[in-house]
């Protein structure tokens, strides 16, 4: 099993940059995959990144590519998600997920494991 953590939210203005960290309890971390996900009031959480456990395979959603970066350093247990030229249109709470398939999904039933969420906010 594992226990995520995520950190890193704020109110910040538009254009600028916020990197989201998502730290995970557990040995085995390493072996999932890890996606992140948002959601904004009123609306569905909606698919935002997704990072193979061994880090090779990324997948983005059309809104975020070529902003938002997702990474992840197993050593430390910890997944990101960078996020640069931040929109209003950005703001939610920002999930961080964990599966055991080997490549990241879109779907958010194939993870089994969630963080709490962070709050993110972004004033034009």
């Known amino acids: 099993q594992v226990q995520l953590i995520e950190s890193g939210g704020g109110l910040v203005q538009a254009g600028v940059s916020l990197r989201l960290s998502c730290a995970a309890t557990?040995?085995?971390?390493?072996?999932?995959?890890v996606g992140w996900f948002r959601q904004a009031p009123g609306k569905e959480r909606e698919f935002v990144a997704a990072?193979?456990?061994?880090?090779?395979?990324?997948d983005y959603a059309d809104a975020v590519k070529g902003r938002f970066t997702i990474s992840r350093d197993n050593a430390k247990n910890t997944a990101y998600l960078q996020m640069n030229s931040l929109k209003p249109e950005d703001t939610a709470v920002y999930y961080c997920?964990?599966?055991?398939?080997?490549?990241?999904?879109?779907?958010?039933?194939?993870?089994?494991?969630w963080g709490q969420g962070t709050q993110v906010t972004v004033s034009s």
């Open positions: 997920a964990a599966t055991t398939k080997a490549w990241g999904t879109r779907n958010r039933a194939d993870y089994g494991y």
């Open positions: 990072l193979s456990w061994g880090g090779l395979g990324t």
């Open positions: 557990g040995r085995t971390f390493s072996t999932y995959s």
